[in-house]
């Protein structure tokens, strides 16, 4: 059995993937000092390595969360333009993917700002510190990267499959309830929820309703994405996947 944790934090680099004796934190280190210097520096506008190097160690710990443009500035000591800038970038280069909320037309009140998730686990893994695949396991990010892990692996399933970026989603209202992931294809609207756990529980899929409230569309049956063994049946016609699906 593969360890998803061990699949994260060495991350999915064709060279470490290549060589499993690699060593993890010193490919990353040349990695993160190599794309500072060769690529972002000129394409970022980048005057001070070290603010850059600080801000994006600060982005992957916000790895899973929802964006707060200002905060970051507040806490890289940089200009809400300066972090702008330094977002586009990273996102231009499928460093970061930033999961919009969806936004169709409903009465409810949601939550506007997108979700911010690191493509490669493996080099937020390294930006956050940690030195093995147990010790993230073990961190209070743990549920954070698995989650963006299966988003990247969405990601890069229908990347490979069609060629053409998702229209993925997450949909959370005021009160705090939150449909992990959203593929939308055409009017249909596929609700995914992600849990670290190995089991899932039939409350996992109450968020699903919320999909209800927009008009024109056709919410499906749902999927709960979970390190159980083998799918099983939940309530709403829903089903919990193993992570070996996707």
């Known amino acids: 059995k593969t360890d998803p944790w061990e699949v994260m934090f060495r991350g999915d680099l ?5 060589d499993p004796g690699m060593s993890v934190t010193r490919y990353y280190d040349s990695y993160i000092e190599t794309y500072l210097r060769r690529d972002v520096r000129d394409l970022a506008h980048v005057g001070d390595l070290a603010k850059f190097n600080r801000f994006m ?5 916000t790895h899973g969360q929802i964006l707060n443009k200002s905060d970051l500035a507040d806490k890289v000591d940089a200009s809400f333009q300066t972090v702008d800038r330094w ?3 990273l996102e231009a280069s499928s460093i970061i993917y930033l999961l919009k909320p969806f936004a169709a037309s409903t009465t409810k009140r949601l939550v506007k700002s997108p979700k911010l998730y690191f493509l490669n686990p493996g080099l937020a893994a390294r930006l956050c510190g940690f030195g093995s695949a147990a ?13 963006g892990f299966v988003i990247s692996e969405v990601v890069k399933s229908f990347l490979n499959a069609t060629g053409v970026m998702p229209s993925l989603h997450y949909c959370r209202d005021s009160n705090g309830r939150e449909v992990d992931l959203v593929i939308e294809q055409g009017a249909r609207l596929y609700p995914i929820e992600i849990k670290k756990a190995e089991i899932a529980r039939p409350g996992d899929v109450k968020a699903f ?10 919410p499906q049956p749902g999927t709960v994405v979970c390190q159980t063994l083998s799918p099983l049946p939940l309530p709403g016609d829903a089903w919990a996947l193993p992570l070996s699906y996707l």
């Open 14 to 18: 064709p060279e470490l993937s290549a």
């Open 87 to 89: 977002l586009s970038v």
């Open 209 to 218: 309703r919320l999909l209800d409230a927009f008009r024109g569309y056709e």
């Open 57 to 61: 160690g600060i982005v992957a710990r």
């Open 135 to 147: 010790d993230l396991e073990a961190s209070a990010q743990a549920g954070a990267f698995f989650e």
